[in-house]
């Protein structure tokens, strides 16, 4: 029987890994959400430059430390690999949005890739995040109004 690895996704959005020569296709439907894979399918999958991107991005996390490091992802000291964002927790993003300075909130969120910048806007909206200036960075990065947003849902 083949070793299996947890692979976990922190996409807050429908999210799946289609890889038909591989026979992979799982579908992510929410954040935090796991499956297992084959060791040797994993390792596959980074054949392919969009899954390869996507674990790189911090959209997918691999829970074995010993394959993170075969695939570039991590270093043996804990480090991560260059070029490797690390996955962003709610947590994280809500210290972010609430209680990091703007400068702060700034310097993090307009180093990250698009999709972790939509996290934040769907972060914001759940939790009714009202800082003006965050939100009015968020939007120009993203071109999404999260109070429009907010005053929609409340209708």
Known sequence: MAEK????GYVGNKTRIYIPE????????????????????VEEMFYYPSIESAFKEG?????????RI????EEENGELGDAVIAPISDTTILTY???KSYEDFEAY???????HQDRFINVAVDNK???????????KLTGKDVVKIIQLNEE
């Open 5 to 8: 690895v947890k692979v976990i």
């Open 109 to 115: 969120v307009t180093e990250l890739p698009k999709v």
């Open 59 to 67: 959209l997918f996390y691999i829970d074995d430390k010993d394959l």
């Open 70 to 73: 075969k695939l570039g992802l």
């Open 129 to 139: 995040v009202l800082d003006y200036n965050k939100l009015n960075l968020l939007k």
């Open 22 to 41: 591989l026979r992979v296709n799982r579908l992510f439907e929410k954040y935090g959400q796991s499956f297992l894979f084959d060791r040797d399918t």
């Open 97 to 99: 949005l609430k209680a």
